[in-house]
C-alpha cells in the first residue's frame, strides 16, 4: 500500500472504531424494544445480540489488521440478517449499513483525490 493508501486507512480507523463502539452501546439496548414490541425475549434474540456485541468489540481492538474492515462489514451484514429474528434488529441494521456505506464512500474519495493529487506532482 502506498503512503497515501496507508495514511487514508490509519484516518478510516477513528471513524470506524467510533461507529462500532457507538453500536456496542446501541444494539444491546435493541433487548428492551425486542422485549416491550416482539413479545418477548428468546434465547436465540439474546444469543444474536451478544454475538454482534462480543464481535464489534473484537472489531473495534483489531481494526488496524488487514482483516479488521472485512470483519467489522460481516457483522453489518449479521446486523441486516438480523431482521429474520428481530425486526428491531433489521432496523439498527439498514441504519448502520447506510452509516457505513458514507464512509467508505468517503474514504474512496478520499484515496482517489490523493491519488490524482499525487499524479499530478502534488
Known amino acids: 500500500m502506498s503512503s497515501t493508501g496507508a495514511e487514508a486507512a490509519r484516518a478510516f480507523r477513528g471513524p470506524a472504531s467510533a461507529a ?3 453500536e456496542v452501546v446501541i444494539v444491546p439496548l435493541a433487548l428492551l424494544v425486542m ?5 418477548g425475549l428468546t434465547p436465540v434474540k439474546i444469543a444474536w445480540v451478544v454475538v454482534l456485541t462480543v464481535g464489534m468489540i473484537v472489531a ?3 481494526f488496524s489488521r488487514p482483516w ?3 470483519l467489522a462489514l460481516g457483522l453489518q451484514v449479521l446486523m441486516l440478517l ?3 429474528v ?8 439498514l441504519v448502520f449499513c447506510l452509516v457505513w456505506a458514507g464512509m467508505l464512500w468517503m474514504r474512496h474519495e ?10 499530478q506532482g502534488g
Open 35 to 39: 422485549d416491550k414490541t416482539e413479545g
Open 82 to 84: 438480523g431482521w429474520v
Open 86 to 93: 428481530s425486526p428491531a434488529l433489521g432496523i439498527l441494521g
Open 20 to 22: 462500532l463502539s457507538l
Open 110 to 119: 478520499v484515496l482517489r483525490r490523493h491519488a490524482r493529487w499525487a499524479d
Open 68 to 70: 479488521g474492515l472485512p
Open 60 to 62: 473495534i481492538a483489531t
